[in-house]
Each structure stands twice: as C-alpha cells, then as structure tokens.
C-alpha cells in the first residue's frame, strides 16, 4: 500500500520538487550576485550609493525587488503544497472512483487514508525541511544584510517578514495546509472547492496568527511606559536600551497599572478619557486616575526560539484535528 500511494502520487511530488528546486537556485543565484556586488564595489559604497548608479536598487530585477519576490513566495510555498497535494489527496480519488477499487480490496478505509496521508504529508514536510536550509542561508545573507544596509525596520528573525520563513514554522504551516485541503476534500468531495477553502481557511490563520495570537497571545508583549517631560511633551515611546537590540515594535498601546483590576479595559478608558478632555494635560490626568498606562508594546529578540515551537506546536495540533477529521468524514463515506 506505500508503494502504491507513493506510485498515485509520485508525479506531483516530483514536479513540486523540481518547482523548489529552482526556487533554491534562483535564492543562490541571487546570493552569489548580491555577495559579488558587495565585494567590488564595497558594503557602503555599492549598496549605500553606487547600487543606484548600477541599477542595483532600482528596477525589476534590483536586489531589494528580488529579495522582495522571493519573500512573497517564500510565504506562499505551504499554502500552494497544501493546494497541490492535499486537495485531491482524497477528493481526487472520489471524483475518480479509484477509491472503490481500493476499499474492494482487503485494506479498510482508514488504513487506506492514513497511508496515504502519511506518505505525502511526510513527503511535504522533507521538501519544505530540505528547503529550509536553502532558506536559513539565504535570509541570513542576503535579506537580513540588504536590509541593514538600506537601514529598513524589520531586520531581525523576530520580526514578521523573517519570522515566518525562517526557524521550524514553516514545516508546521506546511503540514497544517496539506491537512486542511485533505480535510476540506474529504467533506466537500470536490477538489475545486477544497482549494477555495484551503486558501481562505490558510489565510484567515495566518492573519490571525500574526496580528494577534503571535505579538500578544503567546507571550505576553514587554510594556515600556512612555516618558514625559516637565512641561508635559512626550519623549521617546521606546528608550534607546530597547531601540539597540533587535525586537519586534508592536506599536503604541495602553494597559492597566499591574495590580488594577476594571471592568473596562485599557483602551476603553483611554477612549473615554479622549471623548471628555480636549486638553492634553486633562488627558493625562484623567488617565492616571483611572491606573492606565500608556506607551510601547514590543516583544524581544531572545523570544525567537520560543515563539517558533510554540506556534508550529499550534499549527502541528490543528493538523492533527484535520488529520481526525478527513478519518471520520472517509468512514461515512458511502462506496
């Protein structure tokens, strides 16, 4: 039955490889340009200014585009092997009835799903596991350094446009899309329909993984109060100490003192305090009477770690409820 899932599905796994395969080399291709720049023309004479002279930083095909392209792609690498190799991983075999000739055989249909799941779920995670060591090498050499370099935000591992295709996480979205396009094929029962719902269903995870269960749900964001002056003019949200070391700024916020407890939450109050006084120092005023705390929300560099084995720990659960899930919509099946 191995065999016999890895012959059903060996040519799509084969041009998915071949697919990655030249997203790797294109990422090494740029790498060895981007590094030969920099030695010819130097870290801060070629990228600094001589990459605009030379089209470099400008144009289609200008590192920063390229590295753009590849970040982009880079992030819908495990939504498209979701859609390619789940979605007709069981809605594929109904639409053409080869799943009858399997449950005629000896083999019952779990057994039938659950080797077919695991020979290509397992198969999509070595792809995107081999592509990540493509991946870590070219982030760290040619994203994170043009960033530097061009002095943009953003040029840590924490933040969210490395975040999610660095570290463990990206074989964990892979697997949570592939489960969900086979789970939404096993209760749809048509391939086109899983691949719609595979894309909203991928989308509306991510959003909510990056704009609030990441920055705020799974460790609670560092709080730096905001500094003001004698005269009541606010000074930097976040003190020098902070905007030194690498971290991921959420922005500004509000929170209750530590120890407060309000039916009413920060912002709320803050909102309220807002309405009823159109004078800054009033505003301040009305705050600090209600025990709110205004200033930056971030969270630290040293989080990195953690915060990639929790959230493929939360991505690789929500696979194995889908993985249950396609079991009992295959069992009510009818032949």
């Keep these: 039955m191995i065999w016999l899932a890895w012959r059903r599905h060996r040519l799509a796994l084969l041009v998915v490889g071949c697919t990655l395969v030249a997203l790797a080399v294109w990422m090494i291709v740029d790498c060895h340009s981007f590094e030969v720049a920099r030695h010819t023309y130097g870290r801060s004479g070629c990228i600094g200014t001589l990459l605009f002279c030379n089209g470099v930083s400008h144009g289609w095909f200008s590192f920063q585009n390229q590295a753009g392209y590849l970040d982009v792609l880079l992030f819908l690498v495990p939504c498209v092997l979701g859609i390619v190799l789940g979605a007709p991983l069981v809605a594929g075999e109904l639409q053409a009835h080869t799943n009858r000739l399997a449950w005629t055989q000896s083999i019952s249909r779990s057994r039938w799903l659950v080797i077919k799941w695991l020979v290509v779920g397992l198969s999509v995670v070595a792809l995107v596991a081999l592509m990540q060591v493509v991946v870590q090498w070219w982030s760290g050499h040619v994203l994170v350094n043009f960033l530097e ?58 959003i909510l993984m990056v704009f609030n269960i990441r920055p705020y749900r799974l460790f609670s964001p560092v709080f730096v109060p905001q500094v003001t002056s004698p ?105």
Aim: proline share 5%; hydrophobic share 50%; charged share 10%.
């Design 149 to 206: 370099t061009s002095s943009l935000p953003g040029t840590d591992r924490i933040s969210p446009r490395l975040f999610g295709i660095t570290g463990i996480v990206p074989l964990a979205y892979a697997l949570f899309a592939f489960a969900l396009a086979a789970a939404l094929g096993a209760i749809l029962r048509r391939t086109v329909w899983a691949v719609v719902g595979t894309i909203v269903g991928y989308t509306a995870a991510a």
């Design 231 to 335: 005269n009541g003019n606010s000074v930097a949200f976040l003190p020098q100490s902070v905007l030194s070391q690498p971290a991921w700024n959420l922005g500004f916020g509000f929170r209750l003192a530590p120890g407060v407890v309000s039916p009413y939450s920060a912002n709320e109050i803050a909102q309220r305090c807002q309405d009823r006084n159109y004078n800054y120092a009033s505003y301040l005023r009305c705050l600090a009477s209600h025990h709110v705390e205004m200033g930056s929300f971030y969270q630290s560099a040293s989080r990195y770690w953690p915060l990639q084995w929790s959230e493929a720990g939360i991505y690789l659960g929500a696979a194995l409820v889908l993985f249950g899930l396609t079991v009992w919509a295959v069992r009510r099946w009818r032949a």
